[in-house]
């Protein structure tokens, strides 16, 4: 009954979740999609970096407003670990199989929940899931094949949240994603609503390469529900920081962030 009630949907485990659609009809080979989504999941920028970035806020209904924010990255011993200075806060977000986030409040630290990491940071659709893509590492998944996003060629993944994330948002089906085939590049990424039908999306708009980096220069996340859009638009980076270990201990996001050497820095 449930399934001519929501087509396209099946039942598992108690829940509904999005079956596969297979690009071209036909099953993909799925020990190839394991294989080219575990080397994606190596993949990032790599050494100590640092960017700064702007938020511009277009809501549906009412005025537009830009955010300034900073991100310094490194590889911890668990996965990629990243720390954000947005508006007025600061996190700590460890990607990953493990995946955990830390925020700075009232001059204290302290770990931030998994219902935290799912809701709006400043004010705006981003989240600390956003950045910290743990769906990248969610074991049950299905490849559906090479499809195109923009006219470029790109795998496709499905991939179901765990029962852990699933308790905590239930409306939150399964989550697509695209990886660009020769750039290594997460083009975009639809979660999916209890109907199967993307409620969020965020899209690469473009790329830059500095020296033989190749780096995210812009992003657009689009509410699908609300219709509200927000652009995420790098400015600048600094590659192959020596940067002091303790940057990226929790317990320093109450302290400033160290500087920046301005030799380092390149415009985006």
């Excluded at 697509?176 to 997460?186: E, G, N, P, S």
Aim: charge should be neutral.
């Amino acid at each position: 009954m449930v399934l001519a009630v929501l087509p396209g949907l099946y039942a598992q485990g108690g829940g509904l979740r999005p079956a596969p659609t297979y690009v071209g009809g036909s099953k993909a080979d799925q020990t190839e999609g394991a294989r080219i989504l575990g080397e994606f999941r190596q993949a990032g920028i790599a050494g100590m970096h640092w960017l700064s970035f702007e938020l511009r806020v277009m809501p549906r209904k009412g005025a537009e407003r830009l955010l300034d924010g900073e991100l310094f990255g490194t590889h911890g011993p668990q996965g990629p670990l990243s720390r954000l200075s947005l508006a007025d806060g600061r996190w700590l977000i460890q990607s990953g199989p493990a995946p955990a986030a830390w925020v700075a409040s009232d001059n204290a630290v302290r770990p931030a929940t998994m219902a935290e990491t799912l809701q709006p940071v400043a004010d705006t659709d981003f989240t600390l899931f956003d950045l910290q893509m743990p769906f990248l590492h969610w074991p049950d998944f299905v490849y559906e094949g090479l499809a195109k996003v923009r006219s470029r060629p790109a795998h496709r993944f499905l991939l179901y949240p765990p029962p852990d994330f699933a308790v905590v948002r239930p409306d939150l089906s399964a989550v697509r994603v695209f990886i660009d085939t020769q750039f290594q590049a997460l083009v975009q990424v639809e979660q999916l609503g209890p109907d199967g039908q993307p409620a969020k999306s965020v899209t690469l708009i473009d790329l830059k390469k500095v020296g033989e980096q190749w780096l995210v220069k812009s992003v657009d996340l689009r509410n699908h529900l609300t219709r509200d859009k927000t652009r995420l638009t790098f400015k600048a980076v600094a590659l192959d920081l020596a940067l002091p270990a303790e940057t990226f201990a929790p317990a320093q996001l109450t302290q400033p962030a160290p500087a920046v050497p301005r030799e380092k820095i390149h415009g985006l």
